[in-house]
């Protein structure tokens, strides 16, 4: 069984995206599955046809450089036009028997005219969706006209793909609540490699020395700092924090769009050198800042992306046995169980982040259980080994439908 993979981006870049996608492909490679790969014309990078990255060899759709480009919606729909045609190439060239389109809706809907035209069958995967996601970056805003008409194509292509996926069942019930059948949807929830993310390592010394972190209390944040993180909440509440715990110190492992403004924060608060900025780190270095931190924080704040969508960090966390911190939207609800795999507090609330942070702190005499509640709580319900098989059954009941499936072996 050969599968296309149809991407937003990929590798090398680093985001959440790219990590679920990549656990993925390793562990349907593992399951015997042939896969390809090819990703937008968003993929931003200097363009070639065809790029191998660590072993994944991925084709490429061209960037797309006319002025209409610019102008909303006429240029998604070129984006969406030039994918379909780069679709198109590749189907002929890699043969596959099934098409497996990831969010966002740019990337179903070309995928969808393509397998009409190709009789191929096709796989709509909804990480989140672009109206929303949109709204929370602040590229749109929510009940305007571009997130209705994108909210309308959303569904034009849940209706029209063979099966859906999701990630978590927020997505799941916004899914059904417009008119898909519970059987059409199936939900490939977030995980982790319990092999890769372990905990019991000891802290980096020379790298907790060079931090300035030596003999200091450590909460802190390993991401993208976009705005619906909530991280200027982290900032507002350390001082309270520190005064009851001066021993205190955040670190801050990441970068983006909201970076300055948390640096500016930290400045005008006075807390710049209570607060350690390290900035982006390769991958493979994660697993040194986990380390050096005793308490995982993630603020986020309550919208609709982060009501519906989970995210991949605190499961990371959990896998690590560290102690986790989060608001109570959605996403973080489903993920966590409050005083057993990790602690939540009232999003928005600086005060109620402040005091969650303190509590916990004080009571380091229940970290044990809680570390091992959520290390336990990732081995038996989110890896990868077994989120992937849930893809079994949608592709053979998709492959079933084609005269040739009895030369495809699904497992």
């Known amino acids: 069984?050969?599968?296309?993979?149809?991407?937003?981006?990929?590798?090398?870049?680093?985001?959440?995206?790219?990590?679920?996608?990549?656990?993925?492909?390793?562990?349907?490679?593992a399951r015997g599955w042939d896969t390809a790969h090819l990703t937008s014309p968003k993929h931003l990078r200097p363009y070639r046809p065809v790029e191998t990255v660590d072993g994944w060899t991925f084709y490429r759709t061209p960037p797309v450089a006319q002025p209409v480009t610019y102008l909303p919606l006429f240029r998604e729909?070129?984006?969406m036009r030039q994918l379909e045609r780069r679709l198109d190439q590749v189907i002929g060239m890699v043969r596959p028997d099934l098409l497996h389109a990831h969010s966002p809706v740019l990337d179903a809907v070309p995928t969808i005219r393509a397998g009409r035209r190709h009789g191929l069958p096709v796989v709509y995967e909804v990480r989140a969706f672009w109206e929303d996601a949109a709204a929370s970056h602040g590229t749109g805003r929510q009940g305007g006209l571009r997130y209705r008409l994108s909210r309308a194509l959303e569904t034009w292509a849940l209706r029209r793909a063979d099966a859906v996926t999701c990630i978590c069942a927020g997505l799941r019930q916004d899914i059904l609540a417009r008119g898909i059948a519970a059987d059409q949807v199936t939900t490939i929830p977030n995980a982790v490699n319990v092999e890769a993310f372990r905990g019991g390592h000891a802290r980096d010394a020379e790298l907790s020395r060079s931090l300035g972190l030596d003999g200091r209390a450590v909460i802190?944040?390993?991401?993208?700092f976009y705005s619906y993180e909530g991280l200027h909440l982290a900032l507002e509440a350390l001082p309270s924090v520190l005064a009851?715990?001066?021993?205190?110190?955040?670190?801050?492992v990441g970068g983006g769009p909201e970076d300055a403004r948390l640096r500016d924060l930290a400045a005008n608060r006075a807390i710049v050198d209570k607060v350690v900025f390290v900035g982006r780190v390769p991958h493979d270095e994660i697993r040194r800042y986990y380390d050096l931190i005793d308490v995982l924080i993630y603020p986020r704040l309550s919208n609709r992306l982060t009501e519906l969508v989970t995210p991949l960090k605190p499961l990371e966390a959990m896998a690590m046995e560290k102690i986790v911190v989060a608001s109570d939207v959605g996403g973080h609800r489903e993920l966590i169980r409050d005083n057993e795999t990790g602690n939540l507090f009232a999003a928005g609330r600086a005060d109620a982040l402040a005091v969650a942070?303190?509590?916990?702190?004080?009571?380091?005499?229940?970290?044990?259980?809680?570390?091992?509640?959520g290390r336990r709580f990732?081995?038996?319900?989110?890896?990868?080994?077994?989120?992937?098989?849930?893809?079994?059954?949608?592709?053979?009941?998709?492959?079933?439908?084609?005269p040739e499936a009895a030369r495809l072996h699904i497992t």
């Open 1 to 29: 069984m050969r599968i296309l993979h149809i991407l937003d981006h990929s590798i090398p870049l680093q985001s959440g995206y790219t990590f679920r996608t990549l656990s993925i492909l390793k562990e349907q490679r």
């Open 244 to 252: 009851d715990r001066p021993d205190v110190r955040l670190l801050m």
């Open 77 to 79: 729909l070129v984006l």
């Open 220 to 224: 802190g944040f390993i991401g993208s």
């Open 357 to 373: 942070i303190l509590r916990v702190l004080a009571e380091r005499d229940q970290w044990p259980r809680q570390r091992a509640a």
């Open 378 to 402: 990732v081995e038996q319900e989110r890896t990868w080994r077994n989120s992937v098989a849930r893809y079994a059954p949608v592709y053979q009941r998709l492959l079933s439908k084609r």
